[in-house]
């Protein structure tokens, strides 16, 4: 059955330092990749995500992630963290059924501190 | 344009009694989504539909969920009778429909659900 794992519940890092946040999926066939965003009080924003081609995508507010078929991974990374990325990520994995199911991730919570 | 709209943001009820959640979806989109995160668990699918028809409801809990399209616009998840476990955060997620693989869904804000 199709999957996904956020190892870290959650992580604190300090405002300027790099981010990574580790997902690892499993899935039969080339999966769909998403990562999401959920600020307090508000909905779930799509940061990025990966169908085909280039392994390393390009998301919005300076994340990227990069897709490694070898080790079921899609980590998130962004080189400096801004206080306002404070908020719960989600990886998740996209099913076909005859239509489109998403898988989530248990969720990582990220604290900046200053 | 509007983006996804859940009404209402929070409910507080007694076990037992009935709830309706409402979601309206970004206009024009076909492809309407529910899903629940239960507290300090995953978020997880529970129906999809089609304009009006289900097209999947693999993940609808049990018999005390029933959830409606009518028209195809705005939906209703209603939870009859509710039960301590249904407490958590209900999401709607809405996507245009046009193609059938890998759309972006874009999530409303959630309705978030405490039964006591």
């Known amino acids: 059955a199709q999957s996904v794992t956020q190892p870290d519940i959650h992580i604190t890092v300090s405002e300027g330092a790099s981010l990574e946040l580790r997902c690892n999926y499993s899935y039969g066939a080339t999966p769909y990749l998403f990562w999401y965003v959920q600020s307090p009080g508000q909905g779930l924003q799509l940061l990025l995500k990966y169908f085909s081609g280039d392994t390393l995508v390009q998301g919005i507010k300076g994340f990227e992630a990069e897709f490694k078929r070898s080790q079921s991974s899609f980590n998130l990374r962004k080189p400096s963290v801004h206080w306002s990325d404070a908020a719960e990520y989600f990886c998740a994995v996209g099913k076909n059924t005859g239509g489109f199911k998403t898988i989530f991730g248990a969720g990582t919570r990220l604290f900046v501190k200053a | 344009e509007a983006g996804v709209t859940q009404f209402p943001s929070h409910s507080v009820i007694e076990k037992g009694q009935t709830v309706t959640l409402r979601c309206d979806p970004i206009s024009g989109h076909d492809n309407l989504y529910w899903y629940r995160r239960v507290m300090g668990k995953e978020i997880k699918f529970l129906l999809h539909f089609v304009k009006e028809s289900k097209q999947d409801e693999s993940g609808m809990p049990n018999n005390r969920f029933l959830a409606e399209r009518t028209g195809g616009t705005y939906s209703t998840l209603k939870v009859q009778p509710a039960e301590l476990e249904d407490s958590g955060v209900y999401f709607c997620?809405?996507?245009?429909?046009?193609?059938?693989?890998?759309?972006?869904?874009?999530f409303g804000p959630g309705t978030r659900l405490l039964v006591l």
């Open positions: 997620a809405s996507s245009q429909g046009r193609t059938s693989v890998g759309e972006t869904q874009y």
